[in-house]
């Protein structure tokens, strides 16, 4: 729900308390005499932008998360979240404080190690604003919430009825033949005056513009860093050595013998099991490997592979192999990739001990990585602190606690290639409003378990209109496209004219598609022209035909000449039963949104923040 999400991010959000307390008490909405909050809504904004950068990785562009409608989308959902607790309090649902703990205790932003941790929780909610009393009680009203509408969903129910709707629909089948317009064959004919050039270049400056730079300061906290910078005398890491010695030994080591039969068809499956039964019988392993087994490297040793230990062996073998508890066991038939082997155990070699000499490069690893982890959680604590309780520089943050601030290049809203400037979260950060407009720093930005940074912008240069003479021949470009398009556009519909007269169209067009049957999905043909035929209405004799100009500029033709339902028994069962529960989704979310709209019609609602309205 809502407010666990909000907590399952905890470093993206230290410090974002800090930046709205002089507008907490501002309230931008009232729900039936309820009030919503800036900071509500900010808090809210925060998480919304982090779902989505999440959700969009490489894709994400932090333009289309700011303005007045996102904002006012967001709204929405807050009210919607107070309609519901509303009518949880007319209908008096309850959570007790069992459910409660046990969301909490099973919240993995509340854990270390997978398990539990008191102070860390309460560490986190007081990053983002709560103490345990106002988040517990938040969560209540949420899972309450939840608990109303999953309430409702479970209403829902599509029919067997919609299921074979659904199906013909989507299984449909539709006989299409189609030709293309070339636009370039009118390029030749069109032409573009200066005059054209530039009055498209005037009226529509917006779309001839650079884009907005920025270059940030930064200070970076990571594990690797802080590892590389550590003195390591000798005595540390034999000391290190001694204490972790469960650590420092060799893998396990099995020695076994097989027998193989080559290949995966029946008869070798049947060859192995026959074996396997002489075996049962008594025979000796040894003897039939040498008889039957049919891999020459071990089958004169009696099958014996000698020892060997863990990713060596083919993943199915070993896991075979490693299964057999006792020496003398021998596996049920195994197959891997070089046909059926009966496997025998027949020693096993403990691990051992390895000497400080032999493993002082792995101890030395380890123990870098232990004491950078260890400095690296307590500085993380201390750059969230700084970096917001002196929120318009990094000066202090990077002065405590020893660190470079460092400048990035300066790049647009679609990043760099590497550095810091490649990452998503940077760069939404960047050009949010806290960075970019409000001249702070930035939360503390995790870009993995280990690494953290914090950023402050250097400088920003905004869009500015490129000159004339630099865009003018992709103008000259467009509008000559543009024309001949429409030239295309013309000649194509004179073809539809003709065709619907009963004129041939191989008679008409350069390139004619001659009549196959498409699915939705069929991936043989334009996605495009996919769509529009299967917009077209079902042909009640004869052809329909359709035309439409597509994205690179030529003129299709479309004839549909017959459509096939979709056979609803052709489809798998257990296909069928996942349509339903799809359709049943689809039912319960209607049914939801209904209940919402109900409950908003009845409500008085009031939204306070003109920028909202």
């Known amino acids: 729900w809502l407010i666990v999400g909000l907590i399952s991010i905890p470093f993206a959000l230290w410090g974002v308390n800090s930046y709205l307390t002089g507008a907490s008490d501002v309230v931008v909405a009232e729900v039936n005499g309820k009030e919503i909050t800036q900071a509500e809504l900010q808090q809210s904004l925060q998480q919304y932008r982090d779902q989505m950068r999440n959700m969009m990785g490489e894709q994400f562009d932090p333009a289309m998360f700011e303005g007045a409608m996102v904002k006012r989308n967001v709204l929405d959902g807050l009210i919607e979240q107070q309609l519901l607790r509303d009518a949880n309090e007319k209908l008096g649902q309850r959570i007790n404080d069992a459910e409660i703990s046990q969301v909490i205790r099973t919240t993995p932003a509340f854990q270390r190690d997978g398990e539990f941790d008191a102070e860390y929780y309460n560490m986190v909610l007081a990053r983002v604003g709560y103490s345990p009393a106002s988040y517990e009680a938040q969560l209540r009203a949420d899972l309450m919430s939840q608990q109303l509408t999953q309430n409702i969903e479970t209403t829902a129910l599509a029919t067997e009825k919609d299921v074979r709707q659904t199906l013909r629909l989507q299984e449909q089948r539709r006989e299409i033949a189609y030709g293309v317009v070339p636009v370039q064959e009118y390029v030749e004919q069109v032409s573009v005056t200066d005059d054209e050039v530039q009055q498209l270049y005037d009226n529509h400056q917006s779309n001839y513009q650079s884009p907005e730079q920025l270059k940030l300061n930064y200070i970076e906290l990571s594990v690797a860093t802080i590892s590389s910078t550590l003195t390591v005398t000798e005595d540390d890491l034999k000391q290190f050595y001694a204490d972790n010695q469960s650590q420092f030994v060799g893998p396990q080591q099995r020695r076994a013998s097989h027998i193989l039969i080559e290949g995966d068809d029946n008869d070798a499956q049947t060859t192995i099991e026959a074996i396997a039964t002489r075996l049962e019988n008594g025979e000796d392993f040894s003897s039939l490997a040498e008889e039957l087994s049919q891999d020459p490297g071990s089958a004169s040793q009696g099958g014996d592979l000698g020892f060997f230990e863990r990713d060596v062996m083919d993943p199915a073998f070993e896991e075979a192999a490693f299964a057999l508890e006792t020496i003398g066991d021998v596996s049920e038939p195994v197959k891997t990739e070089f046909g059926y082997h009966l496997i025998k155990l027949t020693d096993i070699k403990q691990p051992e001990g390895q000497e400080f000499s032999q493993v002082r490069d792995e101890v030395e690893k380890l123990y870098r990585r232990q004491q950078a982890e260890s400095i690296f959680y307590d500085k993380a604590e201390q750059l969230a602190n700084l970096s917001y309780e002196n929120p318009d520089n990094l000066d202090v943050a990077a002065d405590d606690l020893e660190l470079q601030i460092k400048t990035t290049e300066s790049f647009t809203r679609n990043g760099t290639e590497s550095g810091i400037a490649s990452e998503q979260k940077v ?69 539809l ?22 699915g939705r999905e069929s991936d043989n043909i334009s996605m495009q022209i996919l769509q529009r035929a299967f917009a077209m209405s079902k042909p009640e004799s004869g052809s329909k035909f359709a035309g439409f100009t597509a994205n690179n500029g030529n003129y299709i033709v479309i004839e549909l000449t017959a459509v096939d339902e979709g056979k609803p028994a052709d489809v798998e069962a257990e296909d069928q039963q996942a349509l339903k529960q799809q359709l049943t989704q689809v039912h319960a979310n209607a049914e939801v949104q209904a209940f919402i709209t109900s409950l908003r019609e009845q409500a008085d609602i009031e939204i306070l923040d003109e920028t909202l309205q």
């Open 427 to 495: 760069i939404a950060a960047a050009f949010g409003d806290d960075v970019l407009k409000n001249d702070l720093n930035s939360a503390v930005i995790e870009l993995a378990d280990d690494h953290l940074v914090v950023i402050h912008k250097n400088s920003y240069t905004p869009s500015t209109v490129l000159p004339f003479d630099s865009v003018s021949p992709a103008i000259e470009q467009q509008l000559l496209f543009e024309k001949a398009s429409e030239k295309a556009r013309e000649h194509g519909e004179s073809v």
């Open 497 to 518: 004219k003709e065709l619907k007269q009963g004129n041939q169209a191989t008679d008409l067009l350069p390139t004619w598609q001659e009549a196959e049957f498409y």
